[in-house]
């Protein structure tokens, strides 16, 4: 037995068929976690709904970027903010009170690519939470193996901070299966976030905040 907490998040919709069968699934297992969305989804009438959906089950709402594309370090300084600023406003009432914000990594990288400097600025003026991860098992790349990754990445972890999908062809079809695996192994599902990995919090940089900023133009 563990006793090992797991942060779990799932990011990139809401995606109708995917989404409420995330949905389901934590739901029958008793699981509040984090829902990091894309704002060109969330602005639909369906991505919409099942946000509101997962806000009135208790879970977190977080912004993770309006398209998904390139990392906010490799865009320009308008260009970075912008895809901020209109997921937050997509989102509206149902964003966490701590303004949760996850940067593009591009497969979990980590790096100062993460964010711009005018990105950055923007979450410390607007008082945002920034939150990275630790395990990131490749759902989205690998439906039917990313398993053994994540309990691999769970396991080496003190405070595993877990990725997952609510995409098509990323967690859902081994996700009720995982859950219950790592119960009955010991392991349990919080929704709080680990402090060692969130480099802004409600607009104070931590340590690892420089470390995920681009260099200055």
């Not at 100062?112 to 945002?128: G, N, Q, R, T, V």
């Not at 759902?139 to 990754?149: Q, Y």
Request: aromatic share 6%.
């Amino acid at each position: 037995m563990t006793g090992k907490a797991i942060s779990l998040t799932i990011d990139n919709g809401p995606e109708p068929g995917v989404t409420d069968r995330v949905l389901d699934i934590l739901a029958a297992r008793g699981i509040r976690t984090t829902f990091f969305v894309l704002g060109r989804n969330v602005a639909t009438r369906d991505g919409r709904k099942l946000a509101e959906r997962a806000h009135a089950e208790g879970h977190r709402i977080g912004n993770h970027t309006w398209s998904h594309g390139a990392p906010l370090g490799r865009l320009d300084a308008d260009e970075s903010v912008a895809e901020i600023a209109r997921t937050q406003e997509a989102i509206g009432d149902l964003a966490d009170s701590a303004k949760l914000f996850r940067p593009v990594g591009g497969g979990g990288a980590l790096g100062p690519h993460l964010l711009s400097p005018a990105a950055y600025d923007y979450l410390l003026a607007e008082a945002f939470t920034c939150v990275l991860w630790n395990a990131v098992p490749g759902d989205f790349s690998r439906p039917d193996t990313w398993v053994d990754t994540a309990v691999e990445q769970c396991a080496a972890e003190a405070e595993p901070l877990l990725v997952l999908h609510d995409m098509p062809g990323a967690c859902v079809d081994k996700l009720d299966g995982f859950l219950g695996m790592m119960i009955d192994g010991g392991y349990s599902f919080r929704q709080e976030l680990p402090a060692s990995e969130i480099v802004i919090d409600r607009g104070r940089p931590t340590d690892r905040a420089a470390a995920v900023v681009a260099a200055a133009a």
